[in-house]
């Protein structure tokens, strides 16, 4: 069975910084593309940034250059730090996955294949 745990998640005032994590089980994980995406009620959910199998990355302009995405193929983890977090990174923020090959960066919601939960980031002003 395939799971994905997201946790990390959390309160912060606009500034701040948090780093989520992605835990995976029952896949090789380093056969898979780790993408994150974010969803305020409402709102379609939006990719954030996604790593590809061989490191490649992805960032959604909004985070560019305030969120890093990593993966260690040692703990089957992937990571997204936020830092200077705005009050419109308010989300639920959701990891992703899909297996695939070395050079694709898979960065639509549709290319992914297993999920997990999400985790709330909220960010005050």
């Known amino acids: 069975e395939v799971q994905l745990q997201a946790s990390g998640g959390g309160a912060v005032q606009a500034g701040g910084a948090l780093r989520l994590s992605c835990t995976a089980s029952g896949i090789t994980f380093d056969d898979y593309a780790i993408g994150w995406f974010r969803q305020v009620p409402g709102k379609e959910r939006e990719v954030v940034s996604c790593?590809?199998?061989?490191?490649?990355?992805y960032y959604a302009d909004s985070v560019k250059g305030r969120f890093t995405i990593s993966s260690d193929i040692t703990t089957d983890t992937a990571y997204l730090q936020m830092n200077s977090l705005k009050p419109e990174d308010t989300a639920v923020y959701s990891c992703a996955a899909v297996e695939t090959i070395m050079t694709v960066t898979p960065t639509a919601e549709s290319d992914y294949v297993y999920w997990g939960q999400g985790t709330q980031v909220t960010v005050s002003s």
């Open positions: 790593i590809s199998t061989s490191g490649e990355t």
